[in-house]
């Protein structure tokens, strides 16, 4: 029986077991496939100091640990069946040096609530389309925004981080100081180091902007899929967009733009000008915007009812083979009771994420032009054999894509059903000795580990 009493006595936050009063809003995977996962206990840190009293109490009872940032991992990461989870909501310190730029942050602080305070100094930072995403799980999985294109991932922004490693002590990472301890935090992952209780980043001015929301019938995808890759393929980097294939079980499908650029809808509008005339969108919104209004314009959030996500990585625009095995694929998705449906998106990346060399930081996909995201959803009320439909056809859909894209994955995007070693190869790709060498040095014991762990 581990000694919960211990424990308690030894923090300074709060201890919560199955069935007391936050246990499972603090201990719990925003991804509901992960619902029945039940962790021993979490401890809500108060502190820096808490964080290492938690890893050693886990420690010492053979308990493994996990931190939990924003929960917002695709693969219920930051929870761990029958573990002690550290929920580091508390560490919540947002700290602005407006002339330096630098921005110093808590482990557990989300997305939104550091947009908050970066719009209050009008400073910008890439940190993603959801408010809810913890900084910790974003940062150390790269983090990628619409802005990267010019302003590059989360963790290319990252100057400085503190870590609590397994033997509790405390480390300040920068460039000088445990360099390659540095380094695997820039996109190497979270969960496999130690726990980051702080990150310090290079903010710059914002830049006003435009946006676009176009949609089509599903009908149109082919020719709409073809045009707009060859669009972003050309486009200046202050320009990006996610282009989607999509299916709900209510609609007959839609293909949709939705996209930032940091310039004037006027040369937004020049830039869409040849997808426009290809095929007449049903919806057209192209609009200038502040920095802050198109962040919010491009807020997604969603239920968090079950859904699953397999990636690959392209280094041109798909041809019409591939564009043929994607609409052939929604054609037969078996449907389910979720509202999300299911789709394909490709997010266009390059531009400044592309400028930093392959092995500068632990994020390896530096040459992509678009990640290929494929996805499904199912709701907790749909019978088991549906949710297995759905598991299956994204499996085939991802099978099948290997024909056109790379064995390739984005770690942020992280795919459970990847055996561990082809996963390792697909996140890391030639950066993978480099991080399981700093896993060695950092963590000989593997305090921090999962099933897809370096
Ligand atoms: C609705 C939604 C929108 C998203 N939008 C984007 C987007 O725009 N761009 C993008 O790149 N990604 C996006 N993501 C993916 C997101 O970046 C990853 O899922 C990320 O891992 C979530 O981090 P988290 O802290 O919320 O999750 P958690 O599940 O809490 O953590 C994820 C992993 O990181 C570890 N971890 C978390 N914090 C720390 C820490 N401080 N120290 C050490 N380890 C830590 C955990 O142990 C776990 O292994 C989105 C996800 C969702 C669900």
Known sequence: MPDWEGLRARVDGVVRLPGEEGYQERSSAFNRRYAGV??????SVSGVADVARGVAWARAEGMPV????????????????????LDLQGLDTIRVDRERELVT???GVRSGELYAELQRHDLAVPLGNSDQVGIGGLTLGGGVAAVSRAFGLTCDSLVETELVLADGSLVRCNETEHPD?????KGGGGGNFGVNTSFTFQARPTVPSSTCLLLWPLADAPVVLTVMQRIMAAAPDEFAARIGVNRTGADGGSVSVIGQHLGPASELRELLAPVLAAAAPERTVVEDMGYWEAKDFLHHETSGDPFAVRTRTVTEPIGPAAIDTVLTALQKWPGSGNPDGAGVALFTWGGAINRVPVTETAFPHRDVLFLVSMDTSWSPDDPAELRQANLDWLTDLHTAMGEHARDASYLNFADPDLPPARALAAYHGPNLARLQEVKRRYDPDRVFTHPQAV
């Open 38 to 43: 039940a962790p021993a206990g979490v401890l």
């Open 181 to 185: 301890l540095f380094w695997a935090c």
């Open 66 to 85: 996990v931190a939990r940032g924003g929960g917002h991992g695709y693969s219920g990461q930051g929870t761990a069946a029958g573990g002690l989870v």
């Open 105 to 107: 942050v808590g482990g």
